[in-house]
């Protein structure tokens, strides 16, 4: 497609239900990110793919988080058992070649709300 | 471990006036720095980046910043500023493993 899309944009969920959150990277790109915004904050790392392989978890903030992107291009972030604080902006972004360039290219967002 | 600060939260200017957003890294080696734009509703956009070479970089709509490593700052300009850049303005420092690391950004306010 022509950007990264994400879905869905709005979720509303009940503490300690389950959430699935889905990015359609731009095609062809190899490398897949994860970010989490609070709100009046800066994105912050949750994960990251090259191709299918998770390089990098370091920034998922409980085993209650979960990211694959089974073939290398669709990816989907699960929360299980949402907690409030849980609520945020969670941003995809894919970039052509490892990211090592650093340039980024983000979907809007998927906007959690725990109840 | 690498950190960003941007040490304001809201800028207020007038329509064709000049900005200058700050940026303060924390980083050991040269640092490979970016500047993204959020606007509402729209996912963040890079404006420019910097990795080595010439310290005033120049990028899109507009904007320039300038590398200052005895001040490990990075801030960005614009000499006159038009009311579609109000916006959120975070920039990042790229961390190992391909990660970035964000400020908590800047809210910019244009008055007309």
């Known amino acids: 497609g022509a950007g990264v899309s994400q879905s869905p944009r709005y979720k509303v969920a009940k503490r300690g239900q389950d959430v699935a959150l889905r990015c359609d990277p731009i095609s062809g790109h190899v490398s897949l990110f994860w970010y989490q915004q609070a709100l009046g904050q800066g994105p912050e790392f949750l994960t990251y793919f090259q191709n299918e392989a998770q390089l990098d978890k370091s920034g998922l903030p409980s085993d209650r988080f979960f990211a694959e992107r089974p073939e290398g291009s669709v990816s989907t972030l699960k929360i299980q058992r949402t907690q409030q604080e849980d609520s945020a902006v969670y941003l995809c972004?894919?970039?052509?070649?490892?990211?090592?360039?650093?340039?980024?290219?983000f979907g809007e967002g998927s906007r959690l709300t725990v109840l | 471990a690498q950190s960003v600060t941007q040490p304001d939260i809201h800028i207020t200017v007038s329509e064709g006036a000049s900005l200058e957003l700050r940026c303060n890294y924390s980083?050991?080696?040269?640092?490979?720095l970016f500047w993204y734009v959020q606007s509402p509703g729209q996912g963040l956009q890079l404006l420019l980046k910097y990795f080595s070479g010439d310290t005033l970089v120049q990028g899109i709509k507009g904007f320039e910043a300038e590398f200052k490593r005895s001040q490990s700052s990075f801030n960005l300009r614009k000499p006159s500023v038009h009311w579609s850049d109000a916006a959120e303005y975070f920039c990042?420092?790229?961390?190992?493993?391909?990660?970035?690391?964000f400020g908590a950004g800047t809210i910019l306010r244009v008055k007309s």
């Open positions: 972004a894919s970039s052509l070649i490892g990211g090592e360039t650093g340039e980024l290219f």
């Open positions: 990042a420092v790229k961390q190992y493993g391909n990660k970035l690391v």
């Open positions: 980083y050991g080696a040269t640092p490979y």
